[in-house]
């Protein structure tokens, strides 16, 4: 194999080796079935290390063009269609649609401030409750169905960068994007769920009852040096969109 990832692209050199593994099933050089390279060969011909290829693997797995037979390997497979949010990557709502081919997704910007920071926001950023940070606060619809209400926090630096993103504030671009092509690429991320009722504020943007039954999802993402700079909250209408997860035995 060639090696053919981009040393000073600011994507992930997981998500470059995705691509490429990605078009080369979809294309027929891996058929359904057949077993892909090992992680020790594809670190080799990439140039990558055994944890980068391992995390694109993964990733494969999760979105159905690959699955791991115990002490044999990974297999090129085809996906099915998603109907949900895998919740195990990085990746927001947007960018896991997308990538599983869903369209029909329509954002809403409700509003961009900087505000206070709540107990819970300092606590994650890593900052004084009552600090300022920038709040962007969505809504979002698939296929006309309410699908979710999200509120992102970020430091006040990062907000600059998010105040000169005009795709992002106007619900055309994708805010993930946005933070890579500033640098702030996504070295690990931790998510919480919770199944509660909706809050009066979060009700009236989803046009629901106070009390309606939701997932709650509070993410924090990180920088590779451990530096916090996005953390968000979604509320979920699972009706609309499941979320989802892969298991697979060891």
Known sequence: MTPNIERTSPVPYYEQLYAILKERILEGDYPEGERLPSELELARDFNLSRATVRQTLSTLESDGFAHRVPRRGFFAAKPKPASGWFVQDSEGFLESQIRHGRTGITTTVVSFDSVPAPAHVGEALGIATGEQVSALERVRSLEGDMALFSTNWFPQGVGQVIAQASPVLDGTGSLN??????????????????ALGAPDAVAEHLGIQSGHPLLRIRSLSRLADGTCFDYYETWVLTDTVPLEMNAAAT
Not at 180 to 187: K, M, N, P, S, Y
Not at 189 to 194: L, M, P, Q, S
């Open 177 to 194: 994007t946005a933070l890579r092509e500033a640098g702030l690429l996504v070295h690990d991320a931790r998510r919480v769920i919770h």
